[in-house]
Nanobody
Framework: QGQLVESGGGLVQPGGSLRLSCVVSGLTLDYYAIGWFRQAPGKEREGVSCISNSGGTYYADSVKGRFTISRDNAKNTVYLQMNSLKFEDTAVYYC???????????WGQGTQVTVSS
């Protein structure tokens, strides 16, 4: 049974930084691409960033240049460093086993990121 657990969310002022972590268990992490997604109230879940099993990285235009994704397979962990945070980054952030949303994939429980002055 695969399980993903996010942590690192919180309340931060505009321009601030947070680092999210996604710890994976029950799966061999190097077999999977891991994506970060976010969902704000009343909006669809959207892709934020993704890292392939070979280390390639991808970013949504809205976060490019501000967010950095990385992985440490030995620690079964994927990170999302978020800098220069904006009000519109406020959402619940989820990690999942894939770069696009499909019917069968593993999801974490989510961690809340709130950007507020």
């Amino acid at each position: 049974q695969g399980q993903l657990v996010e942590s690192g969310g919180g309340l931060v002022q505009p321009g601030g930084s947070l680092r999210l972590s996604c710890v994976v268990s029950g799966l061999t992490l190097d077999y999977y691409a891991i994506g970060w997604f976010r969902q704000a109230p009343g909006k669809e879940r959207e892709g934020v960033s993704c890292i392939s099993n070979s280390g390639g990285t991808y970013y949504a235009d809205s976060v490019k240049g501000r967010f950095t994704i990385s992985r440490d397979n030995a620690k079964n962990t994927v990170y999302l460093q978020m800098n220069s945070l904006k009000f519109e980054d406020t959402a619940v952030y989820y990690c999942a086993t894939g770069c696009i949303i499909i019917g069968k994939m593993y999801w974490g429980q989510g961690t809340q990121v709130t950007v507020s002055s």
